[in-house]
């Protein structure tokens, strides 16, 4: 062991060994968290355990110093830790069965093949004991390491009713003894759902980064699509799964042209076509093709449908824009989401002219609308675009108030300011 450190040498050893600390729990969290829940069959155990062996390595790595291979030293301990629980709990009836699996031995009952061990726990998760509204969200934070803010962020709701569903779900697991079951093939289109609106979801979480500053969030983006293109190919014959895969590869494709040379946000109609990603739009037509074959159509292929008119249009293709509005007709006829309904407010007002897309959003109470800074943005627009100037500067106000990132900012205050 190597001699404590002191002084100023002492408080950089503690900066670089809670810096590598983070950057594990940001890159391989979920990982962790699956390899250890696919061999204990416990999902919350696996969380708890990995979590001693975090605050583990803020103890031992300032003095010993950061080890050649973090994830292998917070595996290792995190496997001690779920030992010891279990050891000094009393091993039960069966459970030296599962202490083999967790130390490497085979299980004695073969489980179905995924390519990766977040897309097992993804299925896990989305056990139909679970309370349906928390499976998603409970990927979100188990699999992919999400804090609760973040997630009641991406399905819009209050962060305290977020953690009030997750710690019931968990209360749930724990109570009513839900084992941690690998689903067979049959049971995967019954909880496929789920683990789409999960990775989406994570998706958005990355995509609202616009900046482009935080490695979490971009490296989530580039995560959810990695896990999208797995899952198609697992499912091989689910339209949705396609769908997704198509969505996240279009809206990936244009990463690179989001912002300006000095940092800038740039929306999609005055993005430089030639930042695309051609490989990745490539994928998106790919994957669209695929679903639009297996005749089940749903609300991922209509989103990609309409990101893909989108980046055609702006290739050179002649995409009409009621084209655009019929997309999202279907669209929100199918899944009337308040993202969807502004988005078609939008594509309505390019189509027929501003109060065409003012009268789309009356269609949205102020209750929907209160916290959703999209829609103070498609009001500032449009409105500005009538010449409702008092309109437009409150509801650019609320949307400046409502943004989280400068470049957002900026970019509603020069866009709607009136000529």
Known sequence: MAAPATGDAA??????SGNAAAAVARDSYGRLVAYLAARSHDIAGAEDA????????????????????????????????????????????GAE???????????????????????????VCAHPAIDPAARAALMLQT??????????????????TLSQRLVRAKAKIRSAGIAFE?????????????????????????WDDVAGTDPE?????????????????LVGDAAEAWGLLALLAFCQSRVGARR??????????AQDTSLWDRELIGVGEAALHRAAALAAPGAFQLEAAIQSAHTQRRLGASVPDAAIVALYDALVALRPTIGAIVSRACAVGAASGAAAGLAALAALTAKDVDGYQPYWAALAHLAAA???????????????????????RRFLLRATEPR
């Open 11 to 16: 408080a950089a050893l503690a900066r670089a």
């Open 50 to 93: 990995l979590g001693d062996a975090f605050a583990a390595a803020l103890v031992h790595w300032p003095v010993d110093g950061v080890p050649a291979a973090p994830e292998a030293w917070l595996l290792t301990a995190a496997r001690r830790r779920l030992h010891d629980r279990w050891r000094h709990g009393g091993v039960e009836a």
């Open 97 to 123: 069965a599962t202490l083999a699996i967790v130390f490497g031995e085979l299980a004695a009952t073969p489980e179905p093949e995924f390519p990766d061990e977040r897309l097992k726990l993804m299925f």
């Open 143 to 160: 699999v992919l390491g999400l804090d609760a803010a973040r997630i009641a962020s991406a399905f819009l709701v209050a962060p305290a």
């Open 182 to 206: 690998v689903p067979g093939p049959d049971q995967w289109p019954d909880r496929l759902a789920d683990v789409l609106e999960a990775i989406y979801a994570a998706y958005g979480t990355g």
């Open 217 to 233: 969030r971009s490296g989530l983006a580039q995560e959810a699509l990695t896990l999208a293109a797995m899952l198609a190919q």
């Open 260 to 269: 300006d040379g000095v940092g800038d946000y740039v929306p999609l109609q």
């Open 386 to 408: 009538q010449g409702d100037v008092a309109t437009a500067r409150a509801a650019r106000e609320r949307a400046v108030g409502l943004s989280t990132d400068p470049a957002v």
